[in-house]
């Protein structure tokens, strides 16, 4: 037989981008501790529906961890309480009765709120599109092991694709930089084999678009602690590396063209 | 077209509306200089620099613990051996106070490009992010992460003053060239004293996070000495630390003494 709790939450009500938002303060009765956080936020809903008001806008989709889609900001940090672990991830085992939860989005100059918690995160894909993708002819795609890559470098690679881009890090840096998102997925590509060719185009077409919506590293490390995914710092450094070796690798390509 | 509902009013996607416009590249290596990132490669090696002359200070005052000294028939306190020693350096195979002058000039343009890209980054930091509503939970930034603008301006505040307390002479008391004398006669006031503390204490967390910062900025990340950087910077910062307020308590408990009667006039 599972506890419930009974919560006051305080959470950030917003029309659109352009109209002023507020803290709204809703009483969650009778939440089973086995409710999810974003379970939690639906009970909220189908109460507020009932009595005739807008349910609160949140963003989620597959529940389980993975999509990157859901995120706010629980109690001033990024995710909530739980280290590694994405909102829909929390559950409501991690509170007790009588807790009062603040719930807002997330904040950065380059994610403006849509609507109460969610806001638009299309930034990060620009960067992603700015990588591109590998447009080297190289024929029909190779069998899976014909290219070895040494165990470190997939190793290595794959920590870096674990990220889902859910824009936590941007969200819990206080200069609003997306060095930790940039350079997972820079490092996903660029430590590859497959990635080498045009290692430094990306490298310098990704930094560069990130910098036109995102502040600067100033290396806090709050980023890394907001992750899901627990993405390390190192990518950081190995980006700051490859962008400046991008200026001089892309300037010598440059001049072979 | 539809007329604008309260749904999607003004919303077109963020990834349209860059914060700033990237500008026309100039060419390598001014470009670095044109993105963030190259910024902090140039905050880096400058603070590397900054670094470099504050140890070097440090040791070179450390000499005001050696009291008097003869060297070429002239007997001196040994911290004005040093510094008439810094004036000559090279000489005679370039003119007196020449190589003083050159590495003054590395420092101040290390300065001046130092504070430019902070100023300029922290620009760019503070259009990029906006202020939660709610408390936040830092989790991982410290006390000398998030402080860094303030302690900056500080350090930048107390070299000033003490450029104009032991450089140009800011009282009755200065004599260009007498170091020990200069020294007790400045540090001896409690208040001037307390000064140079509190300013070294700034200067110390300043170094800590920048040393950190140093090797993350510059790429210098390998897990087989990562374990090493944090407490690295925190080392040199206590080294740091420790030696330059030395200096103003030593003053004040009278360890550190000018008297003129054990000196010749020599230089």
């Given at each position: 037989?599972?506890?419930?709790?009974?919560?006051?939450?305080?959470?950030?009500?917003?029309?659109?981008?352009?109209?002023?938002?507020?803290?709204?303060?809703?009483?969650?009765?009778?939440?089973?501790?086995?409710?999810?956080?974003?379970?939690?936020?639906?009970?909220?809903?189908?109460?507020?529906?009932?009595?005739?008001?807008?349910?609160?806008?949140?963003?989620?989709?597959?529940?389980?961890?993975?999509?990157?889609?859901?995120?706010?900001?629980?109690?001033?940090?990024?995710?909530?309480?739980?280290?590694?672990?994405?909102?829909?991830?929390?559950?409501?085992?991690?509170?007790?009765?009588?807790?009062?939860?603040?719930?807002?989005?997330?904040?950065?100059?380059?994610?403006?709120?849509?609507?109460?918690?969610?806001?638009?995160?299309?930034?990060?894909?620009?960067i992603?599109?700015a990588g591109g993708?590998?447009?080297?002819?190289?024929?029909?795609?190779?069998?899976?092991?014909?290219?070895?890559?040494?165990?470190?470098?997939?190793?290595?690679?794959?920590?870096?694709?674990?990220?889902?881009?859910?824009?936590?890090?941007?969200?819990?840096?206080?200069?609003?930089?997306?060095?930790?998102?940039t350079?997972?997925?820079l490092?996903?590509?660029n430590?590859?084999?497959?990635?080498?060719?045009e290692r430094f185009k990306r490298a310098e077409a990704m930094v560069e678009t990130m910098e036109?919506?995102?502040?600067?590293?100033?290396?806090?490390?709050?980023?890394?602690?907001?992750?899901?995914?627990?993405?390390?710092?190192?990518?950081?450094?190995?980006l700051?590396?490859d962008f400046v070796k991008s200026k001089r690798v892309n300037r010598t390509m440059a001049?072979?063209? | 077209?539809?007329?604008?509902?309260?749904?999607?009013?003004?919303?077109?996607?963020?990834?349209?509306?860059?914060?700033?416009?990237t500008?026309?590249s100039?060419?390598f290596?001014?470009s670095l200089?044109q993105t963030?990132v190259g910024?902090?490669?140039?905050?880096?090696?400058?603070?590397?620099?900054?670094?470099?002359?504050?140890?070097?200070?440090?040791?070179?005052?450390?000499?005001?613990?050696?009291?008097?000294?003869?060297?070429?028939?002239?007997?001196?306190?040994?911290?004005?051996?040093?510094?008439?020693?810094?004036?000559?350096?090279?000489?005679?195979?370039?003119?007196?106070?020449?190589?003083?002058?050159?590495?003054?000039?590395?420092?101040?343009?290390?300065?001046?490009?130092?504070?430019?890209?902070?100023?300029?980054?922290?620009?760019?930091?503070?259009?990029?992010?906006?202020?939660?509503?709610?408390?936040?939970?830092?989790?991982?930034?410290?006390?000398?992460?998030?402080?860094?603008?303030?302690?900056?301006?500080?350090?930048?505040?107390?070299?000033?003053?003490?450029?104009?307390?032991?450089?140009?002479?800011?009282?009755?008391?200065?004599?260009?060239?007498?170091?020990?004398?200069?020294?007790?006669?400045?540090?001896?006031?409690?208040?001037?004293?307390?000064?140079?503390?509190?300013?070294?204490?700034?200067?110390?967390?300043?170094?800590?996070?920048?040393?950190?910062?140093?090797?993350?900025?510059?790429?210098?990340?390998?897990?087989?000495?990562?374990?090493?950087?944090?407490?690295?910077?925190?080392?040199?910062?206590?080294?740091?630390?420790?030696?330059?307020?030395?200096?103003?308590?030593?003053?004040?408990?009278?360890?550190?003494?000018?008297?003129?009667?054990?000196?010749?006039?020599?230089?």
């Amino acid at each position: 037989m599972s506890k419930q709790l009974n919560l006051t939450l305080s959470i950030w009500r917003q029309e659109n981008a352009a109209s002023r938002g507020r803290f709204e303060t809703y009483q969650a009765k009778g939440i089973p501790d086995d409710a999810s956080f974003l379970e939690m936020l639906d009970i909220v809903n189908e109460g507020l529906i009932s009595e005739g008001e807008l349910p609160i806008e949140f963003p989620h989709d597959c529940r389980e961890g993975i999509c990157g889609t859901c995120g706010v900001m629980i109690d001033g940090r990024a995710h909530g309480p739980e280290l590694g672990t994405a909102t829909c991830q929390l559950h409501m085992r991690k509170y007790n009765d009588g807790d009062t939860i603040v719930i807002e989005p997330w904040r950065a100059t380059a994610f403006p709120v849509i609507r109460d918690l969610v806001v638009d995160r299309s930034p990060l894909d620009a960067i992603i599109q700015a990588g591109g993708y590998i447009s080297a002819p190289t024929g029909t795609a190779p069998d899976a092991n014909e290219i070895a890559v040494p165990k470190e470098v997939a190793d290595s690679a794959m920590d870096a694709a674990a990220c889902i881009g859910c824009g936590a890090c941007v969200a819990a840096c206080p200069n609003s930089a997306a060095q930790l998102f940039t350079s997972a997925k820079l490092w996903h590509l660029n430590s590859l084999p497959q990635g080498q060719p045009e290692r430094f185009k990306r490298a310098e077409a990704m930094v560069e678009t990130m910098e036109q919506f995102f502040g600067s590293c100033t290396n806090h490390g709050e980023c890394t602690e907001a992750c899901p995914k627990e993405i390390p710092q190192d990518f950081i450094a190995y980006l700051n590396r490859d962008f400046v070796k991008s200026k001089r690798v892309n300037r010598t390509m440059a001049s072979r063209s | 077209m539809a007329a604008p509902t309260a749904a999607n009013q003004g919303h077109t996607s963020s990834a349209d509306r860059p914060l700033r416009a990237t500008p026309r590249s100039l060419p390598f290596p001014f470009s670095l200089y044109q993105t963030s990132v190259g910024k902090k490669w140039v905050m880096a090696i400058t603070g590397l620099m900054l670094i470099g002359f504050v140890v070097v200070h440090m040791i070179g005052n450390l000499k005001l613990y050696l009291g008097v000294i003869e060297l070429d028939g002239v007997s001196d306190y040994d911290v004005d051996h040093y510094a008439h020693a810094l004036r000559e350096l090279l000489v005679p195979l370039v003119p007196h106070g020449v190589v003083l002058w050159i590495m003054r000039l590395g420092l101040i343009a290390g300065f001046g490009l130092h504070i430019h890209s902070a100023y300029s980054l922290s620009r760019s930091n503070m259009v990029a992010n906006q202020a939660y509503e709610s408390k936040r939970d830092w989790l991982a930034a410290n006390f000398a992460s998030r402080s860094m603008r303030y302690t900056g301006v500080i350090v930048l505040l107390y070299l000033i003053f003490h450029l104009a307390d032991l450089t140009w002479g800011r009282a009755d008391w200065f004599e260009h060239g007498e170091v020990q004398s200069n020294v007790v006669n400045s540090l001896s006031n409690p208040l001037v004293a307390l000064i140079y503390i509190l300013a070294n204490i700034a200067v110390a967390i300043h170094i800590y996070h920048g040393m950190y910062s140093m090797f993350q900025s510059l790429g210098i990340n390998n897990p087989s000495y990562n374990w090493l950087r944090q407490g690295a910077a925190r080392s040199l910062a206590i080294i740091i630390l420790i030696g330059n307020i030395s200096f103003p308590l030593a003053v004040l408990a009278n360890i550190i003494e000018f008297d003129p009667s054990l000196i010749t006039a020599g230089y």
